[in-house]
């Protein structure tokens, strides 16, 4: 028995609780410019979010992740800290910059280093680790070459970046392939393509609708290359997956217009993943909604949906609240930041709602039937491929009390909420094999900078204090016992 398996025995629940599956995954998620910091050590170049992020006005209060919450020196005590929690699996992302400071070419192995003694601390203290290839930190030198790049930029909306992923996996997959089993290839590439390339308001920051539907396309690529090259590297012993951000789109009445903007964002909001991923195809009515904007015969290459498709054995899954759309009238999209651009090509006239329910500190409305329902989706579409909830959590209006606690009650109910669905997910069939509440640290949230606190354990960013908040314990002990209470009291 691990030092873990025995903490769980020990701490086996009586009674009244909900017992997951033995070998479930329980973790938390972070990713590499988020948290780590030490953006010019060791090698490491800018990516797209350096270069946005220094920008004058793209990022709340001009934050950066220059320092993040310096996890790139503070990753002993960081996993220190899980140990002490109990937690049994941990997903990371590595920096691609660190590895290839100019998205080609050899590895940077100080780069590579970094990662190497994160994982054998990891494994050291029995937590499983769940690398992610690409969260969002491209090269800066693979959207803007310094030489050879079109003055339009590069990055995902061309080709040759699917093909630079392709072998940068490949370096990866040579370095810690013997240490890491779990593998995601990207993490919300709706995110990179539509809110990097259509809203503009993440990086790289731009605002063209043909060009966020081709960054969709080669992510999607990027993918199919990333599985190919980790199943070249690693026969027979990668647990791969893509993690998606899938929306929960509904209605808001009855009227065929309502539904038909519910098929409008469903196709590009999750079909357009779904489809070459688990089906090996794109479908015709995402094209017909977005001819006007893409070629798409010119786009998708022969052999291109083939590779996208190449099976996988796990779906990432990244859930926070649903959508409520219309045909039209006034639209309020809390989720996906503000923008006079709309992210959603083909289906700008599509009215966005505000959901019911209460919201997090995002304005996002907790809903965990959303959680459900995609859970039941994803069944019914790939019966048997199990499920990762690679993210699921809220933000929180956090602050340290003098006792020098952090009373999140309201993150406890959220995850209490949402592990109830999985749980009852599990219950009807859907095998779903994991949990990642995101996120570990309090950390840079993007264009809301450090304003916005998702973690469960507390930084004070002046001194990178941490201080596990109450969610922390109570997570902490659903790990080591595998089970959650049926209800809080
Ligand atoms: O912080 C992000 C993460 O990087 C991607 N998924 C959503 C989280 C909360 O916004």
């Given at each position: ?104 070419g ?52 061309v ?15 040579g ?10 290839t990207?993490n ?14 993440h ?63 469903d ?17 015709t ?122 009373n ?7 995850v ?27 950390n ?32 902490g ?13």
């Open positions: 028995m691990t030092e873990v398996q025995d903490r769980r025995a020990a701490e086996a629940p009586a009674d009244d609780f909900l017992r997951f599956p033995p070998d479930f995954l329980w973790g938390t998620a972070t990713s590499a410019y988020q948290i780590e910091g030490a953006v010019a050590e060791d090698g490491r170049t800018p990516s797209i979010w350096d270069t946005f992020s220094h920008t004058p006005g793209k990022v709340n209060r001009g934050d950066t992740g220059d320092l993040a919450v310096d996890h790139y020196h503070r990753w002993r005590e960081d996993v220190a800290l899980m140990k002490d929690l109990g937690l049994s699996a941990y997903r990371f992302s590595v920096a691609w910059p660190r590895v290839q400071p100019t998205g080609r050899p590895a940077v192995e100080r780069g590579l280093d970094f990662y190497r003694a994160l994982v054998d601390e990891l494994l050291a203290a029995g937590i499983t680790p769940l690398a992610t290839l690409y969260h969002w930190d491209l090269p800066q030198h693979l959207e803007t070459p310094s030489t050879g790049g079109s003055a339009a930029g590069g990055g995902w909306t080709r040759e970046t699917a093909e630079r992923f392709g072998e940068y996996a490949s370096l990866v997959a370095a810690l392939g013997d240490r890491v089993r779990h593998w995601t990207l919300e590439p709706w995110c990179s393509a539509f809110l990097g390339y259509g809203s503009g308001v990086a790289p920051g731009r605002t063209d609708p043909g060009a966020a539907l081709r960054a969709a396309h080669h992510l999607n690529l990027a993918h199919g290359r990333g599985v190919a090259a980790l199943r070249a590297a690693l026969p027979g012993t990668a647990e791969l997956s893509v993690s998606l951000n899938l929306h929960q789109v509904r209605p808001l009445t009855d009227s065929p217009e309502d539904q038909e903007a519910v098929r409008r964002i196709a590009v909001g999750n079909r357009i993943f779904l489809s070459p991923v688990l089906r090996g195809r794109y479908d009515d995402l094209y017909q909604d977005t001819a006007h904007l893409v070629d798409w015969e010119q786009l998708v290459r022969p052999g291109d949906l083939a590779a996208i498709g190449a099976p996988i054995d796990q779906l990432g899954l990244n859930y926070y609240s649903p959508a409520v759309v219309s045909g039209s009238g006034a639209s309020r999209d809390n989720c996906h930041g503000s923008s006079e651009h709309s992210p959603w090509p083909g289906s700008e006239h599509v009215a966005f709602h505000q959901p019911p329910g209460e919201l997090t500190a995002m304005n996002w409305s907790i809903d965990p039937t959303g959680l459900r329902d995609l859970l039941d989706r994803i069944h019914l579409e790939r019966p048997g491929l199990p499920v990762i909830i690679t993210e699921n959590g809220m933000a929180c209006e956090d602050y340290v009390t003098p006792e020098g606690e952090v999140d009650r309201d993150r406890i109910a959220f209490h909420q949402h592990l109830t669905a999985v749980h009852r997910a599990i219950e009807a069939g859907v095998p779903v094999a994991g949990y990642f509440l995101w996120s570990l640290l309090d840079f949230e993007w264009a809301y900078g450090y304003a916005k606190r998702f973690g469960m354990v507390h930084v004070d960013f002046p001194t990178q204090r941490r201080t596990p908040k109450d969610s922390a314990h109570w997570y002990r659903a790990c080591r016992t595998g089970a959650v209470p049926r209800s809080l009291s």
